[in-house]
Nanobody
Framework: VQLVESGGGLVQPGGSLRLPCAAS????????MSWIRQAPGKGPEYLFT???????WTGDSVKGRFTVSRDNAKNTLYLQLNDLKTEDTAVYYC??????????WGQGTQVTVSS
């Protein structure tokens, strides 16, 4: 199993980023996938779960600025971050779910929001 996030970087407040997560080594179309982030000095924060049919569960911390999608033909999960704020600075991870637990995580991609 391999999960590879990309697309992070330095962005100004109000900016946008799109984070892909490329998946391989398992049947992507049959599993739930999640996005989680971890800010400096804080614990992991759940953002989204995307089901194999494209439906989603949204974490409480999401306030309409982020959206999630998956492209099963490309084995890729996406996280669209809009209207970014300094408090969104974190490492963003995608994770594969199995039996209601995250069994594989990517290496993460750093998002830094700063002017």
């Amino acid at each position: 199993v391999q999960l590879v996030e990309s697309g992070g970087g330095l962005v100004q407040p109000g900016g946008s980023l799109r984070l892909p997560c490329a998946a391989s080594g398992f049947t992507f179309t049959s599993v739930r996938m999640s996005w989680i982030r971890q800010a400096p000095g804080k614990g992991p924060e759940y953002l989204f779960t995307v089901f194999d049919d494209g439906s989603t569960w949204t974490g409480d911390s999401v306030k309409g600025r982020f959206t999630v999608s998956r492209d099963n033909a490309k084995n890729t999960l996406y996280l669209q971050l809009n209207d970014l704020k300094t408090e969104d600075t974190a490492v963003y991870y995608c994770a594969k779910e199995s039996n209601w637990a995250w069994d594989y995580w990517g290496q993460g991609t750093q998002v830094t929001v700063s002017s």
